[in-house]
T-cell receptor, first 110, second 115 residues
Framework: GDSVTQMEGPVTLSEEAFLTINCTYT??????LFWYVQYPGEGLQLLLK?????DKGSNKGFEATYRKETTSFHLEKGSVQVSDSAVYFC?????????FGAGTRLTVKP | EAGVAQSPRYKIIEKRQSVAFWCNPI?????LYWYQQILGQGPKLLIQ????????DSQLPKDRFSAERLKGVDSTLKIQPAKLEDSAVYLC?????????????FGPGTRLTVL
């Protein structure tokens, strides 16, 4: 069945460092891909999405490009802030339901 | 716009006891999901409702879990009896009907600890 594999954490970076969180997927057909973020004590929030190959999702300085050839949707940010500290989930939606990765905890230190 | 509301936020029970969680969706959202998020894992879908009908409950452990959405608005998820491995955060998410990529909005979750 459909599945998502993302980079294990935790990831600890200094403020203004470059961030990459890897995500690869397995799916039949052409899924939509998502990144969700979960701040401490809050529910998941949609960060960005892409619905077809070569689409780039972007929001709040984060970007991810839907790469069909490598079945990947890596999350990147050029300069992280302390406020970006959270757990990030890669997810896909195939024919119906959502499948989530295990999450990557990011801690950004000042 | 008010978000998805869930209660309680935290619950501690002993194994073999019963527990119920409540979800109030965003107004007008016809689709409602319950997810189980075990510590260190991503959310796993338990059940999906479209209005008051069940769309998918294939991953719901029906011997102990039940859910309902009688009037197509609020929903409750019940566990009876609870086991230690049910300790998790239970997330409710809702979205508008129509379109394959409408965003799901998540509630803050209920953290269940089974002792």
């Amino acid at each position: 069945g459909d599945s998502v594999t993302q980079m294990e954490g935790p990831v600890t970076l200094s403020e203004e460092a470059f961030l990459t969180i890897n995500c690869t997927y397995t799916a039949t057909g052409y899924p939509s891909l998502f990144w969700y973020v979960q701040y401490p004590g809050e529910g998941l929030q949609l960060l960005l999405k892409a619905t077809k190959a070569d689409d780039k999702g972007s929001n709040k300085g984060f970007e991810a490009t839907y790469r069909k050839e490598t079945t990947s949707f890596h999350l990147e940010k050029g300069s992280v802030q302390v406020s970006d500290s959270a757990v990030y989930f890669c997810a896909l939606r195939g024919n119906n339901d959502m499948r989530f990765g295990a999450g990557t905890r990011l801690t950004v230190k000042p | 716009e008010a978000g998805v509301a869930q209660s309680p936020r935290y619950k501690i029970i002993e194994k073999r006891q019963s527990v119920a969680f409540w979800c109030n969706p965003i107004s007008g959202h016809a689709t409602l999901y319950w997810y189980q998020q075990i510590l260190g894992q991503g959310p796993k879908l338990l059940i999906q409702f479209q209005n008051n009908g069940v769309v998918d409950d294939s991953q719901l452990p029906k011997d102990r879990f039940s859910a309902e959405r009688l009037k197509g608005v609020d929903s409750t998820l019940k566990i009876q009896p609870a086991k230690l491995e049910d300790s998790a955060v239970y997330l409710c998410a809702t979205k508008q009907s129509g379109g394959l990529i409408n965003e799901q909005f998540f509630g803050p979750g209920t953290r269940l600890t089974v002792l």
